[in-house]
């Protein structure tokens, strides 16, 4: 039985977006956040401390809380310009950048063909990544993660362009601000790029030599001390954390031997399947693959630094699996993982507290690779199949205490709709009454600062 049609006129498509905006603002007005900028309001209370106040880095708390300070040292000297604005002037900084990394990371997943898709497929795209709670809880929390899949995307660009002799700066920058992109430098030694992995190297050293020097008490602090302290990120078993060491972790089973066997195992099944994108010129498949296993194998992985699967939905939309990509989009849009806040307990709470988890391992396992020509988009047109990228998301609202879902139709209309013509029909959204932000009087560890 075919789906429903969409719309071919102009009026017509219209008013198909402006019902889904409308859909997707209600989504976005009764999902519970609960963010208030919390990350940023870290970044920012640090770094006036630091600068103004002679304070150390990683002693600043968000008055209120426990928390502080968790990225290396070269992260809060790449942070200096908030000494110099307030507080509001930050967050709107912030939300600058997010946007114009997402744009960036958008025009490198469309590939040269970006322009032919109008207005119309824009627009869609917008109420579809709008929706997205790892975009979501990168712009309410005020995160980095945008930022730094833009560098390492820029590499891919260049790479997968032939233009190599740049490639690697961006990576080294990211690898330098958080530790979990520095597995992007493996991933170009793999791919025998030894020129870019060398520059990728000597700038993150370089850039931890820098904030060493600005601040040696600092950096030998953090390399001793707090970087083997998770502990300061939050606790293993919250359910934002969905990285493999979370489902031990709410497994009650968080023993080092067990999660190392299982990082060992994902590791080796990432580098089988890099090498085997790499020795096809698929570098989109290559920088996706390592997004999926950084996320993986990372003792925690907050929601918000899911962003990193991005690529792969787009990479499986375009390898012919569209409803699949939409699906399991679909399901990344309901933040359903919150409903087993209080209890993760029983099969139900091993399925569901994890199912982000169980998407990004499916993806590492299962991700068609080597099917792109080095000079060829990601997201390149076909003569009936066309996967428009995902655009800017709008920022988020404060929270209220249960969440009441959106027509379910109008989420699998929006997926299904972005990811072309019968793609994510019959999804829908569970109502979750748990709220989707770390920042929760409740919990005892926010997903904060990292």
């Known amino acids: 039985m075919r789906g429903p049609t969409r719309p071919t006129t102009g009026r017509g498509r219209l008013l198909l977006v402006l019902l889904l905006v409308a859909a997707v603002t209600v989504f976005t007005a009764t999902v519970p956040l609960l963010r208030d900028w919390f990350d940023l309001r870290v970044y920012y209370g640090t770094v006036h401390t630091w600068v103004h106040h002679g304070g150390r880095i990683y002693d600043y708390r968000v008055p209120g809380t426990e928390y502080g300070f968790t990225y290396p040292p070269f992260a809060a000297v790449g942070m200096l310009p908030m000494a110099l604005v307030g507080l509001h002037l930050a967050i709107a900084a912030s939300l600058l950048l997010n946007l114009a990394a997402l744009a960036f990371v958008l025009r490198i997943l469309a590939g040269p063909g970006w322009r032919r898709w109008g207005w119309y497929r824009w627009a869609l795209a917008l109420c579809g990544l709008a929706l997205f709670e790892p975009l979501r809880d990168t712009f309410s929390f005020g995160q980095v993660n945008l930022i730094l899949l833009a560098l390492v995307l820029a590499d891919c660009c260049l790479l997968r362009s032939g233009r190599g002799r740049w490639a690697g700066i961006g990576t080294g920058l990211a690898a330098a601000v958080k530790l979990t992109p520095a597995l992007f430098i493996l991933m170009l030694l793999i791919g025998r790029r030894w020129r870019a992995a060398g520059v990728a190297t000597a700038v993150a050293l370089g850039a931890t030599g820098l904030a060493a020097w600005a601040d040696p008490r600092a950096s030998r602090f953090y390399w001793t001390q707090a970087l083997w302290d998770t502990g300061r990120v939050g606790r293993l078993d919250y359910v934002s954390n969905q990285s493999l060491q979370g489902v031990l972790a ?51 992985t907050w929601v918000h630094h899911l962003v990193w699967v991005l690529p792969s939905f787009v990479l499986l939309a375009r390898a012919g699996h569209p409803r699949i990509a939409g699906t399991l989009y679909a399901v990344m849009c309901t933040s359903v993982v919150w409903l087993w806040f209080d209890d993760a307990s029983g099969i139900d709470g091993f399925l569901g507290s994890n199912i982000y988890t169980w998407i990004t391992l ?30 800017t998301a709008n920022p988020v609202t404060r929270a209220v205490s249960h969440q009441s879902a959106p027509s379910p139709g109008a989420v699998a209309a929006a997926i299904g709709t972005v990811l072309g013509p019968g793609r994510g029909r019959g999804l829908g959204r569970r109502p979750s009454s748990e709220p989707t932000g770390s920042t929760r009087p409740a919990a005892s560890k926010p997903q904060s600062s990292s």
Do not use: M, N, Y
Not at 270 to 276: F, N
Not at 363 to 378: E, N
């Open 250 to 300: 709410r497994l009650g089973h968080p023993d080092k031997p067990l999660w190392a066997i299982l990082v060992l195992l994902t590791l080796a099944e990432w580098a089988w399947r890099t090498r085997k994108a790499v020795a096809a010129g698929d570098w989109t498949a290559a920088f996706a693959l390592t997004g999926l296993a950084a996320c993986l194998v990372s003792p925690i």
């Open 362 to 391: 499916g993806l590492l396992l299962a991700l068609p690779v080597g099917q792109s020509r080095p000079a060829r988009s990601p997201l390149s047109r076909t003569a009936r199949v066309t996967a428009p990228a995902p655009s």
